[in-house]
């Protein structure tokens, strides 16, 4: 029983670093594979035979929806077997999610991503009730200020987050957001998703959390770069200096 647990945690914290690996790889060799959105809407496909119909094997982008879904029924799970904070933070951000992709969010005809990124979305967030559940075990050393402020931190960046994407969803399609932080970076709502699970993985402390932590910042920070040179395209004298973390990146 120790040699399987041992086995599943290796094979757990493995493909965080495989998919980490994957990201960068893609990015320097097939950068279609991490488009979506309007970042994909200009790529062209030649059908040039099996291999061309891979990488250009894309689905619906309105699916972001399926991991939010997929979330918020594997919290229920979380909060069945063990009620704790984290669980409560988790279920309320997969659920506020769930709402904002079928009532906030505005997702074109047109808008896709790629099949890999969908798949990879649906292990992620699997994974990611996996370190609650696992996490619903460790045992919490932290000062009740050191919490408060996590907590504080988790809801702001869960209320910025939510007025970033209606603003986002108030836009003409894919015109300049200039709200808020999104005059400094032209991801701010990825910044806010950074900040929700940095302040995740610091209550739990535990490696499986800044897994997903370490995984959001990595994923997040391609997809805001690639935002941004798509941004620098259309508005080159407008477009704000940052991708994602305000003053550094």
């Known amino acids: ?8 945690s290796w094979i757990y914290f493995s493909s965080f670093g ?10 320097w060799r097939i950068p279609i594979l991490l488009k979506y959105g309007k970042t994909l809407v ?37 909060l069945w077997s063990s009620m704790n904070l984290v669980s409560l933070l988790v279920a309320f951000h997969s659920f506020r999610r769930v709402y904002e992709t079928h009532y906030v ?7 896709r991503m790629h099949i890999s990124h969908y798949l990879v979305g649906l292990w992620f967030y699997t994974s990611l009730n996996v370190a609650v559940a696992i996490s619903s075990t460790s045992h ?15 809801s702001l960046a869960s209320f910025d ?29 990825y910044f806010d998703e950074v900040l929700i699970y940095l302040s995740l993985a610091s209550y739990t402390g ?20 690639e935002t941004r040179e798509w941004y620098a395209k259309k508005f080159p004298s407008k477009t704000p200096p940052y991708a994602i973390l305000p003053y550094l990146l």
Not at 105 to 111: D, H, L
Request: with cysteine; net charge positive.
């Open 161 to 189: 987050q939510y007025k970033n994407h209606l603003h986002l969803s108030h836009l003409v399609k894919y015109t300049l957001p200039q709200y808020g932080l999104f005059q400094v970076v032209t991801s701010a709502h």
């Open 206 to 225: 535990t490696a499986e959390m800044y897994c997903c932590f370490a995984w959001v910042l990595g994923n997040l920070s391609i997809s805001a770069i």
């Open 42 to 78: 200009d790529q062209k496909h030649q059908n040039d035979g099996m291999f061309d119909i891979l990488l250009h094997l894309t689905v619906p982008k309105e699916w972001f929806r399926h991991f939010y879904i997929l979330s918020s029924c594997l919290s229920i799970i979380n």
């Open 140 to 154: 919490q050393t932290h000062s009740i200020g050191s919490r408060l402020f996590l907590i504080a931190l988790f």
């Open 105 to 111: 969010n505005r997702f074109g005809k047109r808008s």
């Open 1 to 8: 029983m120790v040699d399987l647990l041992k086995i599943l």
């Open 18 to 27: 495989i998919g980490l690996l994957s990201v960068f790889l893609a990015r």
